[in-house]
């Protein structure tokens, strides 16, 4: 039972988000993503994403009052909307006018299994820690311990989850159930974890055949899990986005052709291009041709990589990191693809200086209106504002000053 207090209190945020989200802005943002990744030259969207959440509080917006852990979570949700809403106006969102709810998958685990980090922190409420790493997958006797993973649905917890929503929120916003979004990979960061940086640039010199047999292991679990997904699943071909990026795009079939994959390789940043298209590349290319477009790239630089990864059949968008040479990617993506610009955290991390988020702004909209190559500007990883709400204020500002001046 679901305490009336607790009740009155979400219905109340989530009338407050529905507003917003059924608002004609957001129906334009939708649109222009949509038109992004339809590969249509335009202003582009603007997201920030990966917020410190616990540094924002402004006058007690993000301060939850429910008594009930499970309200709280919901409660969270709509209260960080509707400061995103209130204090980033210049930005764009994902938000979208119902409460998304995901079907249950249950999966056993692959029998290897992160390890206990020994884990360094500046802040103890960041998820940002330095962590001391170990080769825990020293030789090939390891590719032993890889299974496959066994899977099924959960629809009693599927149930229970629906009744307690549909309890606490009411008619104030619709529910949507679904089976699956797109699909990310990135598995390259999870060998990091279980090996070290050190281990594995050792080994693409010395063992390379051990590191494609590695990265196999995880492709043959993708292979294995997405075989359950499309057997038992419907995609969303309307999900608005995946990991930091919208997704919102034309062209989308049925079963995994619904949706997009994702991947990168960033402990593969300083290799040569060969080297990536060796141990990055040529093992996903089969397994990104059973989506509808793939996006490629996070963190690492990739503009000497772009002509490798357009060995991808259906790469759509690809990753610009801070370190990137924007000129250079998007002279090489040209009209073909997105570039998805990361704009530098680092620039909001202490205090903001609006003329080097202009300078730096104004460097990706010329180079990508030079070579007629659409694109987003995704400022995320912030891992600290220093708590200094304003700063993330302040960079969105700037940024829409910046596109007002080229596209109106």
């Known amino acids: 039972m679901i305490q009336a207090s ?3 209190v979400v219905q109340e945020l989530a009338k ?3 507003e917003y989200v059924s608002s004609p802005k957001q129906a ?12 249509i030259q335009q202003r582009p969207p603007v997201l920030l994403d990966e917020i410190p959440w616990y540094q924002m509080d402004i006058d007690g917006e993000l301060k939850c009052v429910s008594q009930d852990e499970r309200v ?24 979208e006018p119902f409460f998304r709810v995901q079907k249950t998958v249950l999966a056993t685990g692959i029998g290897v299994e992160l390890p206990n980090y020994e884990i360094q922190r500046t802040d103890e409420f ?26 099924s649905l959960d629809p009693e917890a599927d149930a229970q989850r629906l009744d307690f929503l549909n309890e606490l929120l009411g008619s104030s916003i619709p529910l949507h159930v679904y089976g699956f979004g797109p699909f990310c990979l990135n598995k390259w960061d999870t060998i990091a974890f279980l090996r070290g940086m050190e281990a594995i640039l050792l080994d693409a010199y010395d063992r390379p055949e051990y590191l494609v047999a590695l990265f196999q292991k995880y492709i043959d679990y993708a292979n294995a899990y997405l075989d359950f997904i499309e057997a038992h699943l419907e995609p969303d071909p309307d999900a608005p986005g995946m990991h930091c990026t919208p997704a919102l795009v034309s062209g989308l079939g049925r079963g995994l052709k619904g949706t997009w994959f994702r991947d990168n390789a960033q402990p593969l940043a300083n290799v040569s291009p060969k080297m990536f298209e060796r141990f990055a590349v040529d093992p996903i290319i089969a397994l990104a041709s059973r989506f509808a477009y793939t996006y490629y790239g996070c963190c690492e630089p990739l503009d000497d990589k772009v002509q490798v990864l357009k060995k991808i059949p259906n790469l759509r968008k690809v990753g610009c990191a801070p370190w990137a040479d924007v000129n250079r990617m998007a002279e090489e993506l040209g009209p073909d693809y997105v570039l998805a610009s990361k704009p530098n955290p680092a620039n909001v991390a202490v205090k903001t200086e609006p003329e080097l988020i202009r300078k730096e702004i104004v460097q990706t909209v010329e180079a990508c209106l030079r070579c007629d190559c659409p694109f987003e500007l995704v400022l995320k990883d912030i ?22 001046e080229y596209f109106g």
């Open 6 to 8: 607790d009740k009155r």
């Open 16 to 18: 407050q988000y529905m």
């Open 28 to 39: 334009s943002a939708f649109e222009r993503m949509k038109k992004t990744n339809d590969l």
């Open 72 to 95: 709280r979570e919901v409660e969270y949700h709509f209260r960080k909307a509707l400061y995103y809403f209130r204090h980033f106006p210049r930005a764009d969102s994902l938000y």
């Open 126 to 151: 960041n998820n940002i820690v330095s962590r001391s790493l170990v080769d825990h997958l020293e030789g090939e006797a390891c590719l032993a311990r890889f299974r496959l993973p066994q899977m």
């Open 383 to 404: 891992s600290t504002v220093s708590n200094r709400p304003a700063n993330l204020i302040q960079w969105q500002e700037t940024v829409g000053e910046v596109l007002d």
